[in-house]
């Protein structure tokens, strides 16, 4: 029976090592203190228009990723992103950006983003969070630029997860309020309690297949031995 535990504990152990490797990576970042904020504007006819400050990242994972070394380098979103007033984002191939130069720091991520969707925080009026999806991802480091191993693994899956949060002191306490928003006079505009947010890779199928061939190894494995 002992020898039966100690089998079972070292395939286990083998599954937790093979499943993290397929953990998506991931880099977090927050807006500038007391300089920039989620502004929402409304066009007058239904329409809010999203404009977002720049931010700072704050911290990748791994802990031992070069973006760590460089806490403040850039994160950046482009303008054009408009809520219409039946729940759909236009972004109109708005960009993203982390990073501002390829030969300094940990070099420069560009691509695109697609909104997916935007809630609103349970038990937390005036809280929301906007989902989306980052595409066309290309990742330079040349020069004197340390290589980052997430925005390599953001770039060459050319895909990620963004994530937003952020929150309105007096501004919309409800979707239904956000949606309301547009209809409002043309110009009118509120600005959030700033933001932070995180951006994860999309892990690869063969990463997937590696895990669950993993798990499958270890559940025949930890079979067999008890047979015996």
Do not use: W
């Not at 006819?45 to 031992?64: E, K, M, Q, R, Y």
């Not at 950046?76 to 809520?83: H, Y």
């Amino acid at each position: 029976m002992k020898k039966f535990r100690k089998m079972a504990m070292l395939a286990v152990l083998m599954m937790a090592v093979m499943s993290t490797a397929s953990f998506a990576d991931s880099l977090s970042f927050t807006s500038v203190p007391l300089v920039s904020n989620v502004t929402i504007t409304s066009n007058g006819t239904g329409g809010v228009l999203f404009n977002f400050g720049p931010a700072d990242i704050s911290g990748a994972t791994p802990p031992t990723d070069s973006l760590n070394l460089f806490p403040n380098d850039p994160f950046l979103i482009g303008n054009g992103i408009t809520l219409h007033p039946n729940g759909t984002f236009f972004p109109e191939f708005t960009g993203f950006q982390v990073g501002n130069d390829p030969s300094t720091n940990a070099g420069l991520l560009v691509g695109l983003i697609d909104f997916i969707s935007i809630s609103q925080t349970v038990g937390s009026p005036g809280a929301f969070a906007i989902n989306i999806g980052v595409t066309s991802l290309n990742y330079d480091c040349i020069g004197g630029c340390v290589s980052s191993g997430v925005l390599s693994q953001l770039a060459s899956g050319g895909s990620g997860n963004l994530t937003f949060t952020f929150g309105f002191q007096n501004g919309p306490q409800s979707l239904g309020d956000m949606l309301n928003y547009g209809s409002n006079t043309a110009g009118t505009n509120t600005s959030s309690r700033g933001f932070s947010g995180t951006v994860d890779t999309v892990p690869e199928p063969a990463s997937l297949a590696l895990l669950g061939s993993g798990l499958l190894m270890g559940g025949n494995f930890i079979r067999r031995r008890f047979v015996k």
